[in-house]
């Protein structure tokens, strides 16, 4: 087992890995930038290395200081956390190349997968179901021609990254030339990749992901389902655990695909396989990523299983010390992603308590949002014994939690949470777009 390990992210998702880590009796090192020098992942943490200034590009995004400052701190892994490099081939080929355990794949993989048209393919000749496509296209002239054989409406989507950026969905064809010009300069900026290839929309559609744990001896479980639905601009709201739409025939269909995906890929450690849920109950490949996610909390909740723990086993050569028949999913649970609007002042902070409620967050009060990154002030995670019962806490919860200085959703989660349609769990993807359009 390690006795050092680098931390390479902030925030919440810094804390919750250094947390982990003391539990297993290992020593961190921070990193952080300018911007984060008082932040309170640099006060948790055993070691703590300035990597750059403010802008991620000079900091958390450089591979090669973050290399750096584990050779400097003597840490034999690094864990990536979520967002920033946590799917970088790049980082991950450096570790290997410098003897550091990545705690993820290894490179060859993040690289296989972090090509969605590639991971596509993949998938196809795996037997898993894939949406009707294209493979990536560079020209927008035929581009516009593929689109009018796929038919409208359709998405088209960047090959590579991740959190919603290069995505665009385009309702007739006149309006693909536009969207496809922004989603390839987006995809660009945000990834250094402006290619794209085009789906067909699946419509209504639900967003499903099953999360998985495979280690280096073929050992392959799924830790049950999440239900990904509630997105505004391609960018989750919400999650909850189990999905109120699988049942456990469709839940052993998803599971059987999960693990066909993982097996397709020879994947090692913690990874998500999300589909698309249509309104027959026939589900689609989306993509998988190789990180852990956002949203990870909900699956502990309801399996009891600490996910952070067992990437770093894994990537320890720690083999998986049970299998599928004895995962058991126990109650419901739903976390809320509390996002910024702007950057403020924490100027109080009030978090609601009471047992299975968790507020995964660096803030605290006089704590002064930076303007460089992402806009997650915390998550806000209930576990109950039933599905109605987590709604009635996480409205409670809502309502008690109070972040005064900074705007943000909290009002927002409050109405999706109170929502008839969710609390029915007759939702979809477009469930935002409908409730600001007021139907």
Not at 128 to 139: H, L
Request: glycine content about 8%.
């Amino acid at each position: 087992m390690f006795s050092k390990i680098l931390v390479a992210n902030r925030g919440e998702i810094a804390i919750r890995i250094i947390r982990s880590c003391k539990e297993m009796g290992i020593s961190t090192v921070s990193v952080y930038s300018e911007a984060d020098k008082d932040s309170m992942h640099t006060a948790l943490a055993d070691e703590c290395i300035c990597i750059g200034n403010a802008t991620p590009a000079d900091s958390y995004l450089n591979a090669e200081r973050i290399i750096s400052a584990a050779l400097a701190s003597g840490a034999q892994a690094i864990h990536p956390g979520y967002g920033f490099l946590s799917e970088s081939a790049k980082l991950a080929d450096l570790c290997e190349k410098h003897g550091i355990s990545f705690i993820g794949p290894p490179s060859a993989i993040i690289a296989k997968l972090g090509d969605k048209d590639t991971a596509r393919s993949i998938m196809h000749d795996a037997g898993v179901p894939t949406i009707p496509g294209s493979a990536t296209i560079a020209d927008p002239a035929i581009a516009a021609e593929t689109a009018e054989k796929l038919g409208f409406p359709l998405m088209i989507k960047a090959r590579a990254g991740g959190g919603g950026r290069g995505i665009r969905q385009v309702n007739a064809a006149d309006e693909f030339h536009n969207a496809f010009k922004i989603a390839s300069r987006e995809a660009s900026e945000a990834f250094g990749d402006g290619a794209l290839y085009l789906e067909k929309m699946i419509y209504p559609a639900k967003h499903i992901e099953v999360q998985i744990l495979a280690d280096e001896f073929g050992n392959t479980v799924c830790l049950m389902e999440r239900e990904c639905s509630i997105q505004r601009n391609n960018q989750k709201l919400s999650e909850e655990s189990p999905s109120p739409a699988v049942d456990d025939d469709l839940r052993e269909k998803l599971f059987s695909a999960a693990k066909a995906a993982a097996k397709a890929v020879g994947y090692v450690n913690a990874g998500t396989i999300e589909f698309l849920l249509d309104a027959n109950g026939d589900f689609y490949f989306m993509e998988m990523n190789v990180r852990l996610q956002v949203e990870h909390a909900v699956t502990e909740q309801v399996t009891g299983i600490d996910l952070v723990k067992w990437q770093i086993r894994i990537a320890a050569g720690v083999p998986l010390d049970f299998e599928q028949d004895s995962v058991a999913s126990s109650g419901h649970s739903i976390e809320c992603r509390i996002n910024a609007s702007s950057v403020g002042t924490v100027e109080f902070l009030h978090v609601p308590g009471g047992p299975q409620v968790r507020f995964d967050s660096a803030l605290w009060t006089g704590y002064a949002i930076p303007p460089y990154y992402d806009s997650l002030l915390g998550k806000l995670i209930v576990h109950a014994a039933t599905r109605e019962e987590a709604i009635r806490k996480m409205r409670a919860a809502l309502c008690e939690l109070v972040i005064d200085g900074v705007p943000n959703n909290i009002d927002e989660q409050i109405s999706i949470i109170s929502d008839e349609r969710f609390r029915t769990g007759e939702y979809y993807t477009n469930f935002c777009e409908v409730q600001d359009n007021g139907i």
